[in-house]
């Protein structure tokens, strides 16, 4: 068959055209492939540094994510163990406390069989003492908080973490020398008395309660902020963090049992209903440590004690919305005005925040200028 000299020009134009868009194509997908490999190899080489790793996890658990996602934990915490030791009757508190830590290490173990636990960083960069002591107070926060939510109401409960806002402030004060702006102080102020009147009608205690609500105080704000400094300071990440404490945790919190719990754990039923129970909670637990140590190396520690007033606030006023339960008027009006409160301390911690931030920028421009200069000279 003859071909004109169009359809020649046509053949040959079509047969190098192709050759040159698939060798074109080619090149883009295997400098897709490279820029992948690439992005996948900067990300691994920078999860294997506790600095590195502590960058990602600013960058995907912020301080609203880690907020909301302790916020939502914490809730059901609160329910899930006053089901465990009301309904299930399971009343060894510190028993609970030491199986939400040992599930939570066994979890923790898992994770770090397949590397997901982040790096700590260098030892001679914290000593030791300061991980046993965390781990220490650990135990005495988190045991102390369920022996008091068993023998005390969930009102008095959220009351006695009033008190735990001065001591944190105190506390930095006099560690750190942080000094809290006037305005912040009387946001504060304002949540602790709404929190209080909102809560005066679910006052059910006793003594004994009253004594370990007391006790609680001290360690659960010194718990706080050492989880803050830890990670804003020294490069720990939450899960980093919880890996090296949770073994002096469980040390003590076995040290705790026979001044606290009741004889006749040995004797509890622990048919099916009973241990999906007791295991539900668990989970729960090592969600909270986790969402609690994520939100205090995100914001800080007194932060996180104003979301824990939040959320009695929010809980009340939920169940008076929602379900027509009625805690009373000035119940109602002491939530909102704790809210306000708290909205009030929020947006100054936020424009706080910013500002620092634009210092912080600024300097490094400066600094960067400088450079500049020097290297011109």
């Not at 690439?38 to 600013?58: C, D």
């Not at 020398?177 to 006052?203: E, H, N, P, Q």
């Not at 306000?340 to 600094?367: A, W």
């Amino acid at each position: 068959m003859m071909f004109t000299g169009i359809e020649l020009i046509t053949s040959v134009l079509g047969k190098y055209g192709r050759k040159s868009f698939l060798k074109r194509k080619a090149s883009d997908a295997g400098e897709a492939g490279r820029a992948l490999e690439e992005l996948r190899g900067s990300l691994y080489n920078e999860l294997r540094t506790s600095e590195g790793a502590k960058r990602q996890q600013q960058r995907l658990c912020g301080p609203v994510v880690a907020l909301t996602f302790n916020f939502m934990v914490s809730v059901g915490i609160i329910m899930g163990n006053k089901l465990v030791m009301g309904r299930v009757g399971f009343n060894y508190p510190i028993l609970l406390t030491l199986i939400h830590y040992m599930f939570a290490w066994l979890l923790l173990a898992i994770l770090k069989a397949f590397s997901l636990v982040p790096p700590s960083p260098p030892a001679k960069a914290t000593p030791f003492l300061l991980l046993f002591s965390l781990g220490a107070v650990m135990a005495f926060a988190s045991g102390l908080a369920n022996t008091s939510l068993k023998h005390n109401s969930v009102g008095f409960y959220q009351m006695a973490k009033i008190a735990v806002t001065p001591t944190i402030v105190v506390a930095e004060f006099v560690l750190f020398r942080k000094i809290v702006s006037f305005y912040k102080v009387l946001a504060l102020v304002v949540v602790s008395i709404g929190v209080a009147v909102a809560t005066v009608t679910d006052l059910d205690f006793n003594m004994f309660g009253a004594c370990i609500a007391t006790a609680w105080i001290i360690p659960s704000a010194i718990n706080k902020i050492l989880w803050s400094n830890l990670q804003q300071k020294r490069n720990w990440t939450a899960l980093a963090l919880m890996w090296k404490t949770t073994p002096t945790t469980i040390f003590f919190l076995v040290a705790l049992m026979p001044l606290f719990d009741p004889p006749g754990a040995l004797s509890f039923k622990w048919n099916l209903n009973n241990s999906i129970a007791v295991l539900t909670s668990a989970l729960l637990g090592f969600l909270l440590q986790w969402s609690g140590a994520l939100a205090l190396g995100a914001t800080s520690a007194t932060s996180h004690v104003v979301l824990g007033q939040f959320k009695t606030c929010v809980i009340l006023l939920g169940g008076y919305l929602l379900f027509g339960s009625d805690p009373g008027y000035a119940s109602i009006c002491g939530a909102f005005v704790a809210i306000c409160g708290m909205s009030v301390y929020t947006t100054l911690n936020i424009n706080e925040t910013r500002d620092t931030s634009n210092q912080n920028s600024k300097q490094t421009f400066d600094d960067q200028n400088e450079k500049i200069v020097v290297n011109g000279v």
